[in-house]
């Protein structure tokens, strides 16, 4: 065992500090967008125009990288060795590779249908500056699909923190754009900018894959029993992860008619925040855990597995209670600091604001549905996670239908907390006929002391940002509720006796005590 595998905690607190960066730099390049466009015309047509080839690859793609190609790939490490497994993903990589070029042909050659279909809101000049936009943007479908191969073959390989790295790069170059260039070339350079952000994922990956030993050898045979997995799981896969996508297409159609269109970038904005602060954690901690289900189920090793997932699912709820609380509580000052400011008027910060307060509360749903997934991907059952996120995706329409014209933002915000929450639920049911339940009385009742630890904790930081709002900066109104909330609860957790916290408490007297 190497040492990486002997030190989890270490390799995900990198992952997380990495991820982190790069978050926060996405983050800057949002609030750079901000300021230059508002919440008008080029800003929602841009925000559509990149959101269309990223619904386009997860559709269809995403899946497959994510979902298929790492457990094949597993399977091909464990029982057969490196050789016949760089050869499968050679053979992986170029099939992705000219399906997705294909898709990316189509989406050019039909871009202004796109747009009708993904913001039917949208005016004549809108819409035409939309197309134009998506045109220059959909080849980011075939760097992804590249970028995300070679994730799924260094993360099977132990490799971490190059793929969660890979986001500070790309936002790095988008953010030199918004600095030295957008002046000069505007909108459609910032498209441009895009396009060789995404190629640059792909490229800083590939020191890393020689690094490993990978050599890639192409090859377009269909027929491989690596290949025949991959189809095999790849279609209820592919359907099981539209959910995101879907419902990102749902809520951005729905947006579209708000507020001359502004509904749009007030939704993109909250989601982009909504999964900086849950992306940091959460996806870091399933990019870790899910090569290790797939090294499980392949060794059919059912109790290691069963552990893994509760303390996946543990671990987690002690992160992801707190930040949905405090993502709901302290919306407005997360939002008016973040993006307020130059055309992001007031109003702007309002209908932003208002989307992420109501957003947060499916972060739970979201985190379990993002762990369990995974599980069921690792042992290539793809028909669970399909039938949950296709009662999930209804469920996300109808509750558009029902309440965005009631309570614009708010109610689209609604349907997707809603969305994730209902799948996260419809995925926790089938795992003791799987023999994977780990809701013992044992881990509820930890997960009563984690929600008594964060109803103190979104108490004391309301509190302190009343006190604070109105005469204090935007930076002391943010942070100091923050950091008192922090306290709180990590205080309450010490005083519950959560495990985690045991666990840090006393690796920190082991290491003061050899110094």
């Keep these: 065992m190497s040492e990486k595998r002997k030190n989890p905690v270490k390799i995900v607190s990198l992952m997380m500090i990495i991820t982190l960066v790069g978050k926060v730099l996405g983050l800057l390049r949002d609030r750079l967008l901000t300021i230059n466009y508002g919440s008008g015309m080029e800003a929602s047509a841009f925000l559509t125009a990149s959101r269309i080839p990223r619904v386009f690859f ?110 500070l790069v790309s936002n790095c170059a988008v953010i030199f754009y918004y600095l030295t260039l957008n002046d000069r070339y505007g909108i459609y350079g910032l498209a441009a900018a895009f396009l060789v952000a995404w190629l640059l994922q792909a490229v800083v990956q590939i020191p890393s894959l020689i690094k490993k030993g990978f050599k890639f050898t192409p090859s377009l045979s269909l027929r491989s029993d690596g290949m025949r997995q991959v189809f095999k799981l790849m279609l209820p896969v592919m359907v099981s992860t539209w959910v995101l996508p879907i419902n990102q297409t749902i809520n951005s159609k729905f947006g579209s008619r708000l507020f001359d ?128 996120g296709a009662v999930s995706i209804i469920s996300n329409i109808l509750i558009c239908w029902l309440l965005t014209d009631r309570l614009d933002v708010a109610g689209i915000a609604a349907a997707s907390s809603i969305s994730f929450t209902v799948n996260g639920i419809l995925l926790l049911v089938p795992l003791r006929r799987r023999k994977l339940n780990f809701a013992d009385r044992g881990f509820l009742l930890d997960m009563a002391k984690i929600a008594a630890a964060t109803i103190v904790m979104a108490a004391g930081a309301y509190i302190t940002w009343r006190w604070l709002n109105g005469f204090a900066g935007k930076l002391t109104t943010l942070v100091v509720p923050i950091l008192a909330g922090f306290i709180l609860y990590f205080t309450m957790a010490f005083i519950l006796r959560l495990p985690e916290l045991k666990l840090a408490a006393d690796f920190a007297k082991k290491k003061l005590g050899k110094e």
Excluded: W
């Design 261 to 388: 269109g502004a509904g749009v970038t007030a939704i993109e904005l909250a989601y982009n925040l909504y999964t900086v602060i849950a992306g940091v954690f959460v996806l870091s901690v399933t990019n870790y855990v899910f090569p290790r289900f797939s090294k499980e189920n392949a060794s059919g090793d059912g109790n290691a597995l069963k552990k893994t997932v509760r303390d996946t699912i543990h671990t987690t709820m002690l992160i992801v209670l707190p930040m949905t609380a405090g993502m709901a509580v302290m919306a407005r000052p997360i939002v008016d600091f973040i993006y307020g400011g130059g055309a992001f008027d007031a109003f702007s910060v309002d209908i932003t604001s208002r989307a992420l307060m109501v957003m947060s509360l499916g972060m739970i749903g979201y985190a379990v549905q993002s762990v369990l997934s995974r599980v069921y991907f690792a042992a290539k059952d793809g028909k669970t996670p399909l039938i949950a």
């Design 58 to 167: 997860d559709t269809v793609f995403a899946s497959a990288i994510s979902a298929c190609l790492i457990p094949v790939f597993s399977e091909y490490l464990q029982k057969k060795g490196k050789k016949d497994a760089f050869k499968f993903a050679g053979n992986f990589i170029t099939v992705m590779a000219v399906l997705c070029a294909v898709l990316t042909v189509l989406g050019m050659l039909f871009s202004s249908q796109l747009t009708s279909f993904f913001a039917d809101g949208y005016d004549q000049e809108t819409a035409k500056l939309c197309g134009s936009l998506t045109k220059i943007m959909m080849p980011t479908v075939f760097f992804t699909g590249i970028a995300f191969s070679f994730v799924g073959v260094l993360q099977s390989l132990d490799e971490f923190n190059v793929p969660a790295a890979i986001s």
